[in-house]
């Protein structure tokens, strides 16, 4: 049976500052598989040992994040029930382009304790975000 409940107007709030947010991971990752030879060199040393350094399937993982947070955002905004799990395939591409950046890359060498606030953000919207579309299909607001 279908729902026909209206969401609340921080559903769309929400869901909208949540593809914003993942638009920007989007620009981030075109940023870093498109980057120029000339920009790579710019880097210091250590960081641009990490570009580098980087196989193919962390990159992978980068890809699944980002572009998996933003469809489902657009999932969200569109009301479907999808929305939770491809928020859950980008929440794993997630913790595995964590794993390699902490537990293999040890990035956190190369930026410090500083480099861990954006990475922990991204843990914590990603998880919201999974959460979130969990309430709004328990809502009825997800079809």
Same mark, same amino acid.
């Given at each position: 049976?279908?729902?026909?409940?209206?969401?609340a107007?921080?559903?769309?709030?929400?869901?909208a500052i949540? @593809?914003?947010?993942?638009?920007?991971? =989007?620009?981030?990752?075109?940023?870093? &598989?498109t !980057?120029?030879?000339?920009?790579?060199? $710019?880097l210091?040393e250590?960081?641009?040992?990490?570009?580098?350094?980087?196989?193919?399937?962390?990159?992978?993982?980068f890809?699944?994040?980002v572009?998996?947070?933003?469809?489902?955002?657009?999932?969200?905004?569109?009301?479907?029930k @999808?929305?939770?799990s491809?928020?859950? =395939?980008?929440?794993?591409?997630?913790? &595995?382009? !964590?794993?390699?950046?902490?537990?293999? $890359?040890?990035?956190?060498?190369?930026?410090?304790?500083?480099?861990?606030?954006?990475?922990?953000?991204?843990?914590?919207?990603?998880a919201?975000?999974?959460?979130?579309s969990?309430?709004a299909?328990?809502?009825?607001?997800?079809?």
């Open positions: 049976m279908e729902s026909t409940n209206k969401p107007t921080w559903f769309w709030i929400v869901s949540a @593809l914003l947010w993942n638009l920007m991971g =989007v620009m981030a990752y075109i940023a870093q &598989v !980057m120029s030879p000339e920009a790579l060199q $710019a210091p250590n960081e641009r040992a990490l570009y580098e350094s980087a196989p193919a399937w962390a990159t992978g993982a890809a699944i994040a572009w998996g947070g933003a469809l489902g955002s657009v999932l969200l905004l569109l009301r479907r @999808l929305a939770t491809v928020l859950i =395939v980008s929440f794993i591409g997630i913790i &595995v382009q !964590m794993v390699h950046s902490f537990g293999i $890359a040890n990035s956190i060498e190369v930026y410090g304790p500083g480099g861990l606030i954006m990475p922990i953000m991204v843990l914590f919207i990603g919201g975000l999974i959460w979130f969990r309430k299909s328990t809502n009825g607001w997800l079809k």
